[in-house]
């Protein structure tokens, strides 16, 4: 008789171990889930503008039209932001025209942290190469010193990334960049009136490696 009373008040030990350890499992993970949750709804939206598209090709020569690469990148660029957690719109994520003021608008509407427009350059100057970022020119002092440092982040992380020619950070009249309400900036990045780097920018690995420094810039950013 004791020897059943003591079995059966093991088994309801057990099964009350059970329940609790269930319970827990279950309230932790629902709380992991919930800041998961929260982050995605918290972390800053980043607005993604990929210059051109359609007829407005762009800079553009044989092998290559500007519209393209800026898309390419940028798409790519998207996949490494989201993989960091952050929240991307794109003003264009496929073949479309899409005015100045509208991309400027997007951002505006959706109340982003910072606009980063993604082109190629060109030159009359074949020999001209490198990468060179632009903020607005005559923007408010707050958006302006903002925008400069978001650009010197991210010009670093591309420099060292790619080991491409450092064309600067400059002042731009800008559409994109000058009717938005946040940190915006305008990367080139690179020169496809030049031979050897248009065969770089062409390069899906190379587009990647452009959009990783760009993320990574972004991430940097966002800490400091």
Known sequence: MKRAKHLLFFSLAILLS??????????????????????????????????????????????????????????????????????????????????????AQIANDLKSQVLVSIHYNAAHNKEANGIEIFYAKNAKPWKQKRSKMLAQTILRKMLVNTGANSRGIKQGNLCVIRETNMPSILVECGFITNKEECKKVINPTYQRILAHSIALGLDEYFKL
């Not at 992991?32 to 020569?61: C, E, S, W, Y």
């Not at 790519?76 to 794109?90: H, I, Q, S």
């Open 18 to 103: 059970s329940c609790f350890q269930s319970k827990t499992t279950t309230s932790y993970t629902d709380l992991i889930k919930k800041k998961q949750l929260h982050a995605r709804h918290t972390m800053p939206i980043i607005v993604i503008d990929p210059g051109h598209g359609q007829f407005d090709l762009g800079t553009h020569n044989d092998v290559c039209e500007e519209k393209v690469l800026a898309l390419k990148t940028s798409l790519y660029l998207k996949n490494e932001l989201t993989k960091l957690g952050y929240r991307v719109v794109m003003t264009r994520a496929r073949d479309e025209f899409v005015t100045l003021k509208k991309r």
